[in-house]
């Protein structure tokens, strides 16, 4: 399947799950995440805000859980600027939807790239090696070549990998994938 047939089966199967599905899922996946990731020596955490309208994986769990839990550490979010995103500090933001329904923040604390330690990143699908296919606009792949080399790249998925996803040369692996059932580690 091309990136496009991939973008597009996957979409249509998450906007397919029931309310008692997504809420389930979504409750399975923040479990999995704080059984499967190391956050203490995390300080800055970077998240993306769920559009909820596109069932994406309702990251606001692993947030709640992250400020009760490790108040030590600070979480971004991202905030789309021109072909670009920007980092925003979110406990120093309002948050509203923009013009294409996606949460962001109105204003806050500016954050660099090079301080963000790991990165909760939208996908729509990845594969076994990493590879992921989000919405085709490029900003994660942008971001992401921005980060430092140790910063994690963490995927969020309600499904498995699927077999193989033929990456461009300017697309950004995943250092690892979270699901509902399983925790992948990609070299």
């Known amino acids: 399947m091309t990136k496009a047939e991939i973008r597009n089966f996957f979409l249509q199967k998450r906007l397919s799950l029931t309310d008692a599905e997504y809420e389930r899922m979504n ?6 995440f704080f059984a499967s990731v190391e956050l203490p020596k995390i300080t800055l955490l970077h998240t993306f805000l769920p559009i909820v309208e596109k069932k994406e994986p309702f990251t606001w769990l692993i947030i709640d859980r992250v400020r009760k839990e490790f108040p030590h550490i600070h979480i971004a979010v991202p ?3 021109g072909s670009d995103l920007e980092h925003m500090l979110l406990e120093d933001s309002e948050v509203e939807i ?27 699908a990845f594969d076994k090696e990493g590879h992921r296919v989000g919405y085709g606009k490029g900003y994660y792949d942008r971001f992401l070549k921005n980060c430092r080399s140790d910063a994690q790249r963490i995927g969020l998925s309600f499904f498995p990998p699927v077999d193989r996803i033929t990456a461009t040369p ?10 509902a059932e399983k925790y992948y580690v990609f070299a």
């Open 27 to 32: 409750q399975l996946l923040c479990d999995r």
């Open 98 to 124: 923009n013009k294409w329904g996606i949460p962001e923040p109105r204003s806050g604390s500016k954050v660099a790239t090079e301080k963000i330690d790991m990165v909760l990143v939208p996908l729509l």
């Open 79 to 81: 905030r789309i600027r």
């Open 170 to 179: 300017h697309d950004m692996k995943l250092s690892s994938c979270v699901t």
